[in-house]
Each structure stands twice: as structure tokens, then as C-alpha cells.
């Protein structure tokens, strides 16, 4: 993080800057009327690398400018809240709206990453960006939080700041390493490899800073105020303000080439330098149907279940009357020694027969006995024995279930450990999976389900988990179990929980992933910490080893309110071990889970 404290040298920088702006005859520091109090149509805006854009206004209604087309709006949409941002992918095929709860409402091409949209913020949401790839966003709250979604890093807000003034935008880096944030008093805080090149934070400014954008090599970056005035830092080329001030506020800066384009909230797009000018124009809209999961009732049902020990539906039952809520779906899993415990009738099988349950089953990929390997599983030479298995769960009425095959194959744990045979394990899954899908009765959903990333070692040995992918035709669900744990130092609920979106592996890049391959998502084990020492209450902790928040009812919440705005199919509970909420232990995490079943959208 590198936020800066005004200082000495930070004034001299900042009075370079002016000097420039006032050869400029730009931008006058004090004296300016007041602006206009019409709300006009737009709320913000963002710039095609051809010229032109889109504004957006407060209702979601988007205007196209230029030669920009139009992929539709949200200006039909019951929303919960006023829109507040846009961003748009790097070719201009489609873009992203932000509504001040960080509602997220996707058109054209763009993916949809995740939002906040049914959380509780600290603060409102008032702007985003985009990564250069276009795979993901940052969304900016007033108090400098920062939400990360998709393949966009995490690298530092103001959120635990006292500041001057709210935050009202941000704009990336070119790399998409870092970002920017400006306050509406002109102060700037610099995160990642963004570096700071000053701000107007100790000048006494005519209108509030509004907004802010980048110059395309990131060696600067434009502030406009509401009034029209324009701030140029860094390489930036001060090109000129509106002037006179514009009868409606300024509400963006838009970059193009050396210039810039100012938009005023009625619309009307104020070219400097080679960039355009003009009011907005009518176009031909490109229809397509809005991705969005605010109101949280657009989000399809999801299926929950819990492991309370592979053969025991009686004590699920049990699990569903303390939640008041009924688990319609069993969770097991086969034995793990032999050949003979993988594919047989017994033990799981038996005990789950006839309950009712639609099942959700883990499936070693391996025994941990008998000189086998993933190599000699990717010849076809264990066929048989996942084609015998497929047979006994067809005969038990299981034709259905999920069957989570190799799960946690990133883990060093399991004989299927895949790290550096990333060809062997998508070749032996691709046979597991004809081999039973070939048996007659076979409906079978196979998850693909690595656990979180770690950040460490193992994710090291691992390399790129898009490298043991088996493809879209051999996967059904791709899942993540998730776990409220960090090692040897757990720094507190909201840190922690933020890792686990941000981290290389985390749930940004499962929701990511899933949207690229359009593939629901699942989280098949989510539980405390299942073993070791723990904090209370989600507390900081310093340990050894694995350790957890404990009994950690903010865990709870965050993952829910993921959930509720992902399209994740099925959720697992881990009920045993340390994560159990049985005979009256983790009562707080108890009450959590009863009032995310009972409150939100699941089956």
C-alpha cells in the first residue's frame, strides 16, 4: 500500500502541477458561480479507444455517444438503488453498470464477476473499473473500500482511513496491477504499482473533484470538477475546461489519445485535444438481456446440504429441524483404501439407499493402497472398477447424483495429489467419466472441485489449476471448498474472507472461471476451521499450522451474500470436526446458517 500524507515536497509537487495548468489558462482555483443543481441524465461515464462512449444515468438509462452502439440498459429494471458507475471492456463489445449497493447489471459481452449487491456496506459504492483484460472489476465505496471480482487483484483501500473528504472514483493502472482512488477534495491514494504523481488534497478547490482517469501509459492521470475544471498530473496533457461552466455538472473525464473528453450530466460530451465533441446521438440497440443479480430473487435456487459423516441421514434429518429447514439433499463419500471400498454396494451406499436424499458423493480418483497411479489411470486401465461403481449407485437409485470426483486434487493429502501432471489427471478423468456415463440409467452431474488456493507451496507446485481442467465436456459443475482458515496467522474475518476472493485461486477466479466455460458453480465443503487452534469470534490470531476464526458467524454471512450473487448450485456444510454446529457448539455460526437458509433463495 502507498497511500500518502500531504507533506512539504507533496505541496511543491502539487504547485508544479498548477503552474502548468495556469500557462494552460485552464482551471481557476476559486471564483467560480455555482453550477447547476439539474440532475441531468447522467451520473458517469466511460470512453471507446475509437472516441465516443456511453453516460449513464441515475435510473440505468445508458446513452450511446459517437460511434459507440448500444447493448441495452437497466432503465425497465426494478432497481434497489441509483446507479453510480459504468466500465466497459477494453473492445468496446459491452459494459458493466454499478448501482450504489455494488449491484452489478452486465451487457454486450462482458462476464459477470460477482457484486455486493445484497451485503451490508459500510458505505455506499460510487464508482468502478474495469481490468485490461475486461475478466474483471473494482468496485470503490465512499470510504475507499475496495471489492475485487474476477481476475482483478486486491492491492489496498482507505477503508480503515480517516479521510478529508468521501472517495468519489477511481481509475486502474494500464496493467491492471494497481489503481488509483481520489477523493472529492482532490486527494489522491496510490495502491500497487500506481504511482503517485500528486493531487489537489491541501489546495482550496472552486467545485468538488467528481471524478478521475488515467493517462494510457499510467505515468499520470486527470481530475475534472464539478464545475468543468480539469487537474492534470504527471504526463497528463492539460488540453482545457469547460468553459463557461457548463450548465449542467461535470460528472466524468474521459480519456482519448493525449486528450480527453469531459461529460456534463446532461449528456454532452466536451472534447479537448484530438478527442470528440458532441451531444449524445441515437443508435441502433444491440439487444441483449442484462447479467445481474440484484434484486438476490434473479439468482437461481440453490441446493444446501451438510457432511454430517458418510452414512448417516438420520443425524441430517436431525440437522434440518435445528435449522429449520429442510435438506432435501445427503452428502457422502466412498472409501478411500482399496478398490473394493471405491466401488462397492456397502457402507455409504446402503446406509443412503431409500432415504430419500438426492445425493451428492466424493469419489477418490485413487486407493491409497496398491502401487497405482494417475498415469496408468489415464490408459483406461481402472475403467472397470468406476463402470462397477456406476452401476451400484444406478441400482440404488442414485443415477443422479453429484459426484465430486478427485476432489481436492491441489491438496498433498489425497493420492491423486495431480502437481506437475496436470496431462495424466485430465486424461484419467476424461476416461473416469465415459466410463460412467456409459452405464444405462447414468445421469451423473461430475464437479470439478479443487480447494482454495493458498497462496503458498502448494498453489506453487500446482501452476495454472486452468491446466487440469478436463474439459467442457467431461465437467458439469466446477466447485471450490472453502474453509475460514489461514496458516499460522489469521488476520481477523474481513481480511481473511477478503484473501479468499482475491487470492490466484480464490473465489473471484472461480466465478471467473465458471462464467468462461458457462458452467454453474458449487461449493461443496464450506466449513470453520476443521481442525487445529482457532480465534474467537473471527478474531486476529497467531498460531501454528492451519488455525481459524473459530466460531465465526461474519464467515457465514460473507460466504452467503457470495453465494446469493453467484449462480452456484450447491453449497455443503461441513457439520463435523471443529466446524460442527451439533450438541450446542459454534452457537453463533448455528444462528447464522439458520438465517441464511431460512431468509435466502435456496432449495
Known sequence: MTWRVPSIGFAVIVLAGLLAISRGEAVQLGGRAASSQSTGIAVAAVGLPTGGGWSVSASGEVTPFNSAPSYGDARNLVLAERMVGIASTPTGGGYWLVASDGGIFAFGDVGFYGSTGGWTLNRPIVGMAETPDGRGYWMVASDGGI?????????????????????????????????????????????????????????????????????????????????????????????????????????????????????????????????????????????????????????????????????????????????????????GGMGQTTW??????????????????????????????????????????????????????????????????????????????????????????????????????????????????????????????ANYYPGDAYVDTVGMDVYDTAWNTYPGEAAEFQSTLTRTWGLNWLASFGSAHKKPLAIPELGLGPFGPSAGNGMPFTGSGIIGGGDDPAFINDMFNWIGHNNVSIVGYWDTQESTIENGQNPLTAAALRKALTGTNFS
Not at 162 to 171: D, F, Q
Open 147 to 331: 471489492f475485487a471480482f474476477g481476475d482483478a487483484g486486491y492491492f489496498g483501500s482507505t477503508g480503515s482511513l480517516a479521510l478529508n473528504k468521501p472517495i468519489v472514483g477511481m481509475a486502474s493502472t494500464p496493467d491492471g496491477k494497481g489503481y488509483w482512488l481520489v477523493a472529492s477534495d482532490g486527494g489522491v491514494f496510490a495502491f500497487g504499482d500506481a504511482n503517485f504523481f500528486g493531487s489537489m488534497g491541501n489546495i482550496a478547490l472552486a467545485r468538488p473533484i467528481v471524478a478521475m482517469a488515467s493517462t494510457p501509459d499510467g505515468r499520470g492521470y486527470w481530475m475534472v470538477g464539478s464545475d468543468g475544471g480539469v487537474f492534470a498530473l504527471g504526463d497528463a496533457a492539460f488540453r482545457g475546461s469547460v468553459s463557461p461552466q457548463p450548465d449542467h455538472p461535470a460528472v466524468a473525464v474521459v480519456p482519448f489519445g493525449t486528450g480527453y473528453d469531459v461529460v456534463s450530466a446532461d449528456g454532452v460530451w466536451h472534447g479537448f485535444g484530438p478527442a470528440p465533441s458532441g451531444s449524445p446521438v441515437a443508435t441502433t440497440t444491440i439487444p441483449t438481456p442484462p447479467v445481474t443479480t440484484v434484486p438476490p430473487h434473479t439468482v437461481p435456487s440453490t441446493a444446501f446440504t451438510a457432511f454430517v459423516g458418510s452414512a448417516n441421514p438420520a443425524l441430517l434429518k436431525g440437522l434440518s429441524t435445528q435449522l429449520g429447514y429442510s435438506i432435501t439433499y445427503g452428502f
Open 340 to 465: 473394493s471400498s471405491i466401488e462397492a454396494i456397502t457402507g455409504g451406499i446402503v446406509a443412503w439407499k431409500g432415504s430419500g436424499y438426492h445425493m451428492i458423493w466424493a469419489i477418490p480418483m485413487l486407493p491409497s493402497s496398491g502401487g497405482v497411479s494417475l498415469s496408468i489411470g489415464a490408459t483406461g486401465a481402472y475403467n472397470g472398477y468406476f463402470t462397477t461403481l456406476a452401476q451400484n449407485l444406478v441400482a440404488a437409485g442414485m443415477g443422479n447424483s453429484y459426484l465430486r470426483l478427485g476432489w481436492e486434487f491441489n491438496q498433498t493429502g489425497f493420492p491423486w495429489y495431480a502437481a506437475g501432471q496436470s496431462a495424466a489427471f485430465v486424461a484419467y478423468w476424461q476416461q473416469i467419466v465415459t466410463a460412467m456415463r456409459s452405464v444405462p440409467g447414468a445421469q451423473f452431474t461430475f464437479v470439478w472441485n479443487p480447494s482454495r488456493g493458498d497462496n503458498g507451496s502448494k498453489d506453487l507446485a500446482m501452476g495454472n489449476l
